[in-house]
């Protein structure tokens, strides 16, 4: 499979999750195991674009695919990308377990609708569960997000 542009390998047992071969296979930590029951989403990833719950998916179901993890959001040089900086900004954090999750499932909502409504934003991230920050800040930064990721496709063209 492909992990972040990068081309990678391992061997895993069939019952090997996706979550534990990023996790303990590539040393990709950023993605976290929350519930192990595929409810609060601290574990989204893309996987051809898609997003999915990694602790739900099996490592060898995955073979050949792209998969995109939290680490690959960042811009090239290493800083945040632009909805990490969102969440950063808008104080869309708070003890940041669920961070990686929200933030990939944001990218993936930003990419279907590039302007949500707040309603939309909510109901997108029904999948995804927060113990510390009530959503409003989260919410907050997305649609910053989606404002200036706007802004640079206006900018593009």
């Known amino acids: 499979m492909t992990v972040n542009g990068r081309s990678v390998s391992g061997e895993v047992e069939g019952r090997t999750l996706l979550v534990e071969f990023l996790r303990e296979g590539l040393r990709l930590t950023g993605t976290h195991v929350g519930c192990d029951t595929a409810q609060c989403g601290a574990c989204v990833v893309h996987v051809d674009g898609l997003s999915v719950k990694a602790c739900s998916v099996l490592a060898l179901d995955v073979d050949g695919a792209a998969v995109r993890t939290i680490e690959g959001m960042a811009n090239p040089d290493g800083s945040l990308g ?5 969440f950063q ?24 609708h590039p302007s949500p409504s707040e309603a939309e934003i909510r109901e997108y991230l029904d999948g995804n569960m927060c113990r510390c920050t009530g959503y409003h800040n989260i919410v907050k930064a997305i649609q910053a997000a989606a404002d200036e990721l706007g802004s640079t496709r206006v900018a593009a063209q």
């Open 82 to 86: 632009v909805i990490q900086a969102a």
């Open 89 to 112: 900004t808008h104080h869309g954090l708070q003890c940041g377990f669920c961070t990686p999750g929200m933030v990939m499932t944001a990218s993936a909502l930003l990419t279907e």
